[in-house]
């Protein structure tokens, strides 16, 4: 009887967990998506095309919504959605102000890494 309980404690702790962990990557992909908007002056390359962040993010958006029964992750999300084009297999990219480009995969990639393992915040220095 005691190890029926300890099973059904264990297995009632994991279930009431469950919807927590299925809603982490739609909530950490879309601060994700939203994180374009610290890109100030780039603009997202799509198919040779130049578009507004703003337009961008809607499209990865449009993209995650329509297949995201298919993704269990965000690395799932910028692999396969976030770093080309579905029909042409072309590459993303951002280009910055300065008119450098990097592959949206990268940039994504960096950006998705400072989101998990934010920078410490100094303290301030106590006046004398």
């Given at each position: 009887?005691?190890?029926f ?21 739609e909530?950490?992909i ?6 374009l ?7 997202f390359?799509r ?8 337009e ?6 449009r993209?995650?919504d329509?297949?995201?029964s ?5 690395e ?13 297999g072309?590459?993303?990219k951002?280009?910055f102000?300065?008119?450098?480009e ?27």
């Amino acid at each position: 009887m005691k190890k029926f309980l300890l099973y059904f404690i264990i297995a009632l702790s994991v279930f009431s967990f469950a919807p927590n962990f299925a809603a982490e990557p739609e909530d950490e992909i879309k601060s994700l998506v939203s994180s374009l908007d610290s890109c100030k002056g780039c603009v997202f390359i799509r198919n040779g095309s130049e578009h507004k962040l703003d337009e961008a993010k809607a499209h990865l958006l449009r993209k995650y919504d329509a297949a995201k029964s298919k993704i269990s992750s965000t690395e799932d999300f910028i692999k396969g959605l976030a770093s080309k084009s579905s029909i042409t297999g072309t590459p993303y990219k951002i280009k910055f102000p300065d008119g450098k480009e990097v592959d949206s995969e990268k940039w994504l990639t960096d950006k998705l890494n400072e989101l998990r393992n934010p920078p410490p915040v100094a303290k301030p220095k106590k006046k004398k």
